[in-house]
């Protein structure tokens, strides 16, 4: 399938629309603020492109090019990487006809956002019985916390049961170091073998030790516990502490002080009846982290609609990635993220580009590219934050990420049906455009790890509708062999595809700008500016 009846919509994307009334050198201010700036990033050249390839389809290949070329780092937080892709983005944006959306005056289309490093440092474990002090291993044992110091000095250890319910338990675990055993931590649905662990915490546990008798080894936990953790500066980090033990370990602190075979003993734990027991055991556990702060930007850009009174509809992609992520003797050591998500960059930039071309619509369209969402979705969990706009005021949040998976003419999935108000215009509008619509919600497999799901957790309606995700062949392919790897790169991205998803982007914000066909909430008052 061609593009067939949206050779016209796209073509009206090229007309020209008069300079908007900001200069240039705004941007340009703005840009030298951020930290590291250089001279003014200009996009790669125009690669030649195959003959039948539509304007659109031409648009989307520069983007990509660019923003995963070499050049660009990885687009890693705080890199030049990332000042080389907000200068790209910004000037592309600017051209456009966007304003600045931050609403921000100090602060126009950059967006500060604190992102803070953690990474384990040190980890010790002592265990006394009585006043006896055991030897312990070191290499058996791996202490790590999510504060920057934690220590738990002389607390009794006590064993808890696979089906103890840490609510019931919880006045046994205040100050005690729960110990389970992995083998009997197996994951419930859309649970990790650590929620376990959590819930114990959360229930007032002052440490738990993991005994890692099952598939886990100390070397997989460790090496996965060691990698940095991210959180926005300001958010409360806890001072949490988990301790991980060899079996081997285990079995050298249990059995001396009378609790028989560590097998008998699994098998007591896993027993339904089983009540939590403390076993005369006490530990010392002392974990610390380093700490460095990654100073980064969320870009926001802003077309006027007629009724700022009305409320927004908001365009999110991510704009970063790993940057280097492979070491030699690998050739190639840059994570370009062509696909994850060059692609979505490009896909709202010609939304915008197409929208902007037109007459104005009622409600505001805001740009949003987000930084650290490789990292938790932190740029978007600031701007829900700290919003340039309320947040009732976001009628719709249209979230782009990892497109550029497939062809044209393949029916389209939305990421997040069934969790907000906007399915039946989705619905609408796909069948305005002749599009099919996967049925059922697999693709909501995929829901929280996108921008998406930190609007949803603030209730601001949030769905990712694209056809990159209806080839489940296609995208278990790029998960298993491109996915976070150096081989994300701009050679393998089909356009066809998200050539259609800026179109459907454009009129799903057409739409959700309609006060007369998207009446939407009422939206909170807005007296002069939101701040
Ligand atoms: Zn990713």
Redesign the pocket.
């Given at each position: 399938m061609g593009f067939g009846h949206m050779g016209a919509r796209a073509r009206a994307a090229w007309r020209s629309r008069p300079r908007p009334h900001a200069t240039w050198s705004a941007l340009i201010a703005a840009v030298l603020i951020m930290p590291g700036a250089i001279a003014l990033a200009r996009p790669a050249p125009p690669a030649p492109v195959a003959a039948r390839e539509n304007p659109i389809e031409a648009a989307l290949r520069r983007h990509v090019e660019t923003l995963a070329s070499d050049d660009f780092g990885g687009r890693e937080p705080g890199t030049e990487g990332e000042t080389r892709t907000l200068r790209y983005l910004a000037r592309q944006w600017f051209d456009i006809g966007l304003v600045s959306g931050t609403n921000d005056p100090g602060n126009a289309w950059f967006a500060p956002v604190e992102i803070v490093e953690r990474t384990p440092q040190s980890s010790r474990a002592t265990f006394q019985h009585g006043r006896r002090r055991l030897a312990v291993d070191a290499k058996g044992v791996f202490v790590v916390t999510s504060g920057l110091r934690s220590l738990i000095e002389d607390a009794p250890l006590l064993l808890v049961g696979k089906d103890t319910n840490p609510e019931t338990a919880r006045t046994e675990l205040a100050g005690r170091i729960a110990v389970i055993l992995d083998s009997q931590s197996a994951a419930v649905a859309g649970t990790t073998p650590d929620d376990r662990a959590g819930r114990l915490l959360d229930a007032g546990a002052a440490a738990v030790i993991t005994v890692l008798d099952g598939t886990r080894t100390l070397d997989d936990v460790a090496a996965r516990r060691r990698r940095p953790g991210y959180a926005l500066a300001g958010q409360k980090l806890g001072g949490d502490l988990q301790a991980y033990v060899s079996p081997e370990l285990a079995e050298a602190l249990f059995e001396p002080v009378g609790l028989g075979k560590f097998m008998a003993l699994r098998q007591a734990m896993a027993a339904p009846g089983f009540v939590p027991r403390l076993i005369g055991l006490t530990g010392t556990l002392e974990a610390t982290s380093s700490e460095t702060r990654i100073h980064t930007h969320n870009l926001i850009g802003k077309l006027p609609g007629r009724r700022h009174d009305l409320g927004a509809v908001l365009l999110v992609a991510h704009w970063d990635?790993f940057g280097r992520c492979a070491d030699p003797p690998a050739e190639h050591l840059i994570c370009n993220?062509a696909v994850?998500?060059a692609s979505g960059l490009a896909v709202i930039t010609e939304a915008a580009r197409i929208l902007a071309s037109a007459h104005p619509l009622d409600r505001d369209i805001y740009f949003l590219a987000t930084t650290g969402?490789?990292l938790g979705l932190l740029g978007a969990q600031a701007f829900a934050e700290n919003p340039p706009l309320p947040l009732d005021a976001i009628m719709a949040v249209l979230n782009v990420d990892?497109t550029g998976l497939v062809g044209p003419g393949l029916p389209v999935s939305v990421i997040g049906a069934g969790m907000t108000d906007l399915d039946d215009s989705i619905a609408t509008v796909l069948r305005a455009m002749h599009r099919r619509q996967v049925s059922g919600s697999a693709a909501n497999a995929y829901v929280r790890r996108q921008d998406g799901w930190a609007f949803i957790q603030h209730d601001v309606p949030a769905v990712m509708v694209s056809s990159a995700y209806s080839d489940p062949a296609r995208l278990e392919k790029f998960m298993d062999e491109r996915?976070?790897r150096p081989t994300d790169v701009a050679s393998q991205v089909e356009y066809g595809g998200m050539a259609e998803d800026v179109l459907l982007q454009v009129e799903l914000a057409r739409y959700f700008a309609d006060v007369h066909r998207f009446a939407g909430p009422p939206v909170p008052r807005q007296d002069g500016p939101v701040r």
């Open positions: 990635h993220g994850d998500n969402e490789e990892s996915y976070h």
